[in-house]
């Protein structure tokens, strides 16, 4: 889910499509494997380098609608994992964004959902995946009701932190389009900011290891420093009287 929406954000790019598609392409394979046997350790590599992957890959691309709406889920039931309602929202967030990212989720969407050409088709594919990975679950069946929709609608859009996803979102985010899971084009917030932010943070994590690199480099020149004591000032003098014991004794013993 994480790099479904990295891939598709206003900020996306190709790093970050190309790491989408390795990680699908792993848990596709992967995940049923430990799934059918927890102690398959190849499988649990794997899974582990996805994540990891999955990681890098939102740390580039970020995150839109699907944890923007999944976040007040949670936060209305307590007793739902995130990772769970990221899931049952999944589907529906690409049925509605397919249209402004069709190829992108035609390319990273294939090992799990074949062929694709149509949003339905794409939402459908998701959804078969997802339950042959135990996965079927609606906001229905964790207890959700029409009644409820206001209020995630309304925590969507007024949750801090919450409108910067929404805002590189690649389709229109308002509330009506959440509320009918219909979504056209465009957003009122500047998402450039997310843009800096993400060069800045990038530029500061390079000055730290540049920093922690000449710090070591240094310190290992101390040492050497201090390990080398330098050449004597004068040689010692040749003791001759000990040179000819040595050579009397060597007669001796010859």
């Known amino acids: ?107 990273i969407l294939e090992p799990i959902a074949g062929k694709v050409n149509t949003a339905s088709e794409a939402e459908a594919g998701v959804f078969e995946w997802l339950k042959s990975v135990g996965v079927p679950n609606k906001l229905k069946d964790e207890g959700f009701t029409e009644a409820d929709v206001p209020t995630l609608v309304n925590l969507a859009f007024t949750t801090p932190s919450l409108e910067g996803l929404l805002a590189i979102a690649p389709t229109k985010a308002t509330k009506e389009a959440v509320k009918e899971e219909k979504t056209p084009r465009n957003i009122q917030t500047n998402s450039k900011i997310y843009i800096y932010a993400g060069i800045g943070a990038a530029a500061l994590i390079a000055l730290i290891i540049v920093i922690v690199y000449t710090v070591k480099h240094r310190k290992e020149e101390e040492d050497d420093s201090e390990k080398f004591e330098g050449f004597p000032d004068e040689l010692p003098e040749k003791d001759d009287n000990q040179e000819m014991n040595n050579d009397s004794k060597e007669e001796k013993e010859s």
């Open 1 to 107: 889910n994480h790099v479904i929406e990295a891939a598709t954000s206003t900020v996306a790019s190709p790093y970050a499509i190309t790491l989408a598609r390795e990680v699908v392409t792993l848990v596709s394979k992967y995940l049923p494997k430990a799934i059918e046997n927890p102690e398959d350790l190849e499988a649990r590599y794997f899974l582990a380098y996805a994540a990891m992957m999955g990681g890098v890959c939102f740390d580039n691309g970020l995150l839109h609608y699907t944890h923007a709406l999944e976040h007040p889920l949670s936060a209305v039931k307590h007793e739902l994992s995130h990772g769970l309602g990221l899931a049952m929202l999944l589907p529906a967030v690409i049925k509605n964004i397919f249209a402004a990212k069709a190829e992108t989720l035609k390319y």
